[in-house]
């Protein structure tokens, strides 16, 4: 009689989750003991305010995160951390991981749309994160050529141009050394105004020349000297606006410092296909389409469908010479393509690009 009653109460417990609750925190306290207060309501509170597709943008798998949504639909609210392990699907491994991504904010890149993704090749690199899309209030191009630097400073909340200049790059009378480029660039990043990303264009990977002298020496030293100078800016900029943040690895328990990039390589290839500065393989100039895009916006747009430039920065433009206002334009076609497709995601602007079969 007493194995008879024994035998109900366990599978009472086994099939009630109220009880399973008690059992497995029971078995697996080291979760409850693992987070503080603060940490614990706030898992709680996004677990319990996240519907499925919320959820599914932490470190949990589609299955377990239609799990716990069932489970909440069925039973309430969670009201301790330990219940998450009782739900099927789960164990101390999975609660640990989607805890973990929940304090820490790690979620995954959300995918584009699919629009977007019918463009071949790789957009950007490295991928630009939704939590990082979303916390971006300033976004600065910066536009390298061997003659020259020119950048441009948007601001998301109402894409409106805040910066938008060119410098000139004095060559010495002399063979470049490494001190000479470095020095060059530390000068050019000091002039950069501090941005929360900043966008570049993805350079070839290759110094050979185009064209029937591929083998070119000269074309190549230019190329080499373009590239060093190109790498020395990109690590001032990262080094100079870096937010370094440690963290405890629960392995060695030692702390390390991680890096956070915010510095992305746009596709040199869009901006030309998007806004038809690129005929054949030849690049054209890029003034005329700027003042285009000058005339045509002249006022803010409440849906950040088109950009705004003030008037003292239009006349500035226009007061250039051919080859600075060249160097301006196409930094900003960089800067609207980067803004278009990786920020706002205007669909006006992705299909164009589809229309031109963009490869």
Same mark, same amino acid.
């Given at each position: 009689?007493?194995?008879?009653?024994?035998?109900?109460?366990?599978?009472?417990?086994?099939?009630?989750?109220?009880?399973?609750?008690?059992?497995?925190?029971?078995?697996?306290?080291?979760?409850?003991?693992?987070?503080?207060?603060?940490?614990?309501?706030?898992?709680?509170?996004?677990?319990?305010?996240?519907?499925?597709?919320?959820?599914?943008?932490?470190?949990?798998?589609?299955?377990?995160?239609?799990?716990?949504?069932?489970?909440?639909?069925?039973?309430?609210?969670?009201?301790?951390?330990?219940?998450?392990?009782?739900?099927?699907?789960?164990?101390?491994?999975?609660?640990?991981?989607?805890?973990?991504?929940?304090?820490?904010?790690?979620?995954?890149?959300?995918? &584009?749309?699919?629009? +977007?993704?019918?463009?071949?090749?790789?957009?950007? @690199? =490295?991928?630009?994160?939704? !939590?990082?899309? #979303?916390?971006?209030?300033?976004?600065?191009?910066?536009?390298?050529?061997?003659?020259?630097?020119?950048?441009?400073?948007?601001?998301?909340?109402?894409?409106?141009?805040?910066?938008?200049?060119?410098?000139?790059?004095?060559?010495?009378?002399?063979?470049?050394?490494?001190?000479?480029?470095?020095?060059?660039?530390?000068?050019?990043?000091?002039?950069?105004?501090?941005?929360?990303?900043?966008?570049?264009?993805? &350079?070839?990977?290759? +110094?050979?020349?185009?064209?029937?002298?591929?083998? @070119? =020496?000269?074309?190549?030293? !230019?190329?080499? #000297?373009?590239?060093?100078?190109?790498?020395?800016?990109?690590?001032?900029?990262?080094?100079?606006?870096?937010?370094?943040?440690?963290?405890?690895?629960?392995?060695?328990?030692?702390?390390?410092?991680?890096?956070?990039?915010?510095?992305?390589?746009?596709?040199?290839?869009?901006?030309?296909?998007?806004?038809?500065?690129?005929?054949?393989?030849?690049?054209?100039?890029?003034?005329?389409?700027?003042?285009?895009?000058?005339?045509?916006?002249?006022?803010?747009?409440?849906?950040?469908?088109?950009?705004?430039?003030?008037?003292?920065?239009?006349?500035?433009?226009?007061?250039?010479?051919?080859?600075?206002?060249?160097?301006?334009?196409?930094?900003?076609?960089?800067?609207?393509?980067?803004?278009?497709?990786?920020?706002?995601?205007?669909?006006?602007?992705?299909?164009?690009?589809?229309?031109?079969?963009?490869?």
């Amino acid at each position: 009689m007493l194995n008879y009653y024994r035998v109900k109460v366990i599978n009472h417990v086994l099939s009630n989750p109220a009880s399973q609750t008690l059992l497995r925190c029971w078995c697996s306290s080291n979760i409850d003991s693992k987070y503080s207060e603060a940490e614990k309501q706030k898992v709680l509170e996004v677990i319990n305010k996240s519907d499925f597709s919320t959820l599914s943008k932490y470190d949990v798998t589609k299955g377990r995160s239609k799990n716990i949504s069932q489970w909440i639909n069925t039973y309430g609210p969670l009201k301790n951390i330990c219940e998450v392990e009782t739900i099927d699907g789960f164990t101390e491994k999975h609660v640990q991981k989607l805890f973990e991504s929940i304090i820490h904010n790690k979620v995954k890149p959300e995918k &584009e749309t699919n629009a +977007l993704q019918q463009i071949k090749g790789q957009i950007l @690199n =490295p991928p630009l994160t939704e !939590v990082t899309r #979303q916390a971006a209030n300033t976004i600065l191009t910066v536009y390298v050529t061997v003659n020259s630097v020119s950048w441009a400073l948007i601001h998301k909340h109402n894409y409106e141009v805040a910066d938008w200049q060119y410098h000139g790059i004095e060559y010495p009378d002399k063979r470049f050394q490494l001190g000479d480029i470095l020095e060059i660039a530390w000068n050019i990043t000091n002039k950069l105004p501090t941005a929360d990303l900043y966008v570049m264009k993805a &350079e070839a990977t290759s +110094l050979r020349a185009s064209g029937s002298d591929p083998n @070119n =020496p000269k074309v190549l030293g !230019v190329n080499l #000297q373009k590239a060093q100078m190109v790498s020395m800016i990109v690590a001032l900029i990262s080094t100079k606006n870096q937010d370094l943040f440690q963290e405890v690895s629960k392995k060695s328990e030692k702390t390390k410092t991680k890096f956070k990039q915010n510095v992305y390589f746009l596709r040199s290839s869009l901006p030309f296909r998007l806004y038809g500065t690129l005929i054949g393989n030849e690049r054209v100039a890029s003034d005329q389409t700027v003042e285009m895009l000058l005339q045509d916006n002249k006022m803010r747009s409440s849906d950040n469908s088109h950009v705004y430039v003030p008037e003292d920065l239009k006349s500035s433009f226009r007061s250039q010479r051919d080859l600075p206002k060249d160097m301006m334009g196409q930094c900003l076609l960089f800067a609207l393509t980067f803004m278009d497709l990786c920020i706002y995601k205007n669909q006006d602007k992705i299909q164009k690009l589809l229309s031109k079969k963009v490869e």
